[in-house]
């Protein structure tokens, strides 16, 4: 055992790809990434996520690494809201949940019973995206089902329990946007109450904690709880040597995190939510879909990511508004196109990435971001967002992180918790033209005017 490369291992579930990534458990660097797809299927009537098929393909690779490597620690990170139900004989009645299934077919009924914003910071929001919802419409649509479901478990702790066979559950999920958690009281919501589940959500463990051990191979495999992978993108940020930041954490999703902005000045018509950190700390955040956006526009007109960039004729003419995507402070307008399409293509590409850095801005303004602005994951890319950012920002420093961080490094800080982390940072620009600003307060003057804001 002792020749044999010592390995930690994530199991990393996004919502279309699942990465199982091993790591050197000294050098903390990946060693070996293997690559799958989520599995839906149906199940009592519901979309779900095979999850049971993604413990069976990560457990056939573990198998086979252990013949070569000694295999030391586990942990799994997920998507948020996703559930699975498990009966008093450990079968799986449901697993797990997939979030765009339409559970807010009967939000007007949740609605008389969700907890208010106050009480749990979450809003009502789109399909499953609150497992408060996911539950609400299991138990009203399938009442037996909830009543044999001995245990609820949620993504991670799912797989925590497939390796270990025991119930557990971890805040940075209970705490994600889920209408489950009282933010003020630091419990679970009075819906937990209501919906008669307390007894069937396991207690809640660090996402850290050791919870069991599983023989694989020669190797005594140590399973630890699991955490939400946002969440784990934000932890090697807030375990790192700048104290005091604003994350933005892009990819699909653009979910900003302000370590400074009070949970008390969240507004749910913004699409703000307050997360839970795995310290048990609330993060205020805000978000939308700003990836999927960039790649519905550049479709849409005909231009990619590589397509140079014009900025030299009349831009404010020529704005795009929101929005094009589920998800953030704006209505789905899906706003007329074929303006656009006189324009040179490097044109239209500006004007996306404007569009895009517009957004971002409104809503760094809307978390009442002041201090030092950390830009992580595909946003990295783009130097025309992130140097109209800067240029609206030059007030306060923003910094792109080099070396993307992602969920899966993010969660190899669990395998150490007090580990510190020294990120490695390239100061962003801003442009010298400063006529930036006049054009960001005419296109947020329309957003007023044009009637965008969810909520209106």
């Known amino acids: 055992m002792t020749n044999k490369k010592r390995l930690n291992i994530v199991l990393d579930i996004g919502k279309t790809n699942v990465k199982l990534v091993f790591f050197d458990s000294k050098s903390n660097k990946p060693a070996k990434t293997y690559i799958t797809k989520q599995v839906s299927k149906k199940k009592h009537s519901v979309d ?15 198998e086979e690494q252990s013949q070569k490597a000694s295999l030391e620690k586990f942990v799994c990170t997920t998507h948020g809201c996703s559930l699975s139900l498990i009966d008093e004989e450990n079968h799986e009645l449901l697993a797990s949940t997939d979030y765009e299934f339409n559970f807010s077919k009967y939000e007007k009924k949740f609605q008389k019973i969700a907890p208010n914003f106050e009480e749990c910071n979450t809003p009502l929001l789109e399909n499953g995206l609150s497992l408060g919802q996911q539950l609400f419409y299991l138990n009203y649509t399938n009442p037996k089902l909830i009543k044999n479901t001995s245990k ?17 559950s971890e805040i940075s999920y209970v705490g994600c946007h889920s ?72 990819g699909t999703w653009y979910i900003i ?121 595909p946003i990295g890319k783009n130097q025309t967002i992130m140097k109209i950012l800067a240029t609206l920002r ?34 962003i620009k801003p442009h010298k033209d400063k006529s930036i600003f006049d054009s960001y307060s005419l296109w947020e003057s329309n957003i007023y005017k044009k009637k965008l804001i969810k909520g209106d």
């Open 257 to 377: 995190f302000n370590q400074e902005c009070s949970i008390k000045n969240l507004n749910p018509n913004f699409d703000m939510v307050a997360n839970m950190d795995v310290f048990r700390n609330p993060i205020s955040s805000i978000r939308f879909m700003g990836g999927r956006e960039y790649e519905y526009l550049t479709s849409q007109l005909g231009v990619s990511s590589k397509t140079k960039i014009d900025k030299q004729f009349s831009v404010n003419d020529y704005f795009i508004y929101p929005s094009y995507a589920s998800g953030g402070p704006f209505k789905i307008k899906n706003l007329q196109l074929k303006n656009y399409t006189k324009l040179k293509k490097e044109q239209r590409h500006y004007l996306i990435c404007l569009y895009i850095a517009f957004v971002l801005n409104f809503c760094l303004d809307k978390i009442n971001s002041q201090n030092t602005i950390i830009l992580d994951g």
């Open 152 to 168: 609820i478990l949620f993504y991670p702790q799912y797989m925590t329990w497939k390796f270990t066979n025991k119930f557990t």
């Open 48 to 62: 779900t996520l095979d999850a049971n098929y993604i413990y069976q393909w990560t457990l056939k690779i573990l």
């Open 179 to 250: 209408h489950l958690w009282n933010f003020s009281k630091n419990k679970y919501s009075s819906l937990i109450t209501k919906l008669k589940i307390k007894d069937k959500l396991p207690p809640i463990k660090k996402a850290w904690d050791i919870i069991g051990e599983k023989k694989i191979g020669s190797s005594n495999l140590k399973i630890m709880n699991g955490i939400h992978d946002s969440n784990a993108s934000y932890l090697y940020f807030k375990n790192s040597n700048i104290k005091n930041f604003t994350l933005v954490s892009t």
């Open 394 to 427: 030059s007030r306060q420093k923003v910094l792109k992180n080099k070396n993307e961080i992602g969920t899966s490094f993010g969660a190899t800080n669990l395998f150490n918790i007090h580990k510190k982390n020294k990120l490695n940072t390239l100061v």
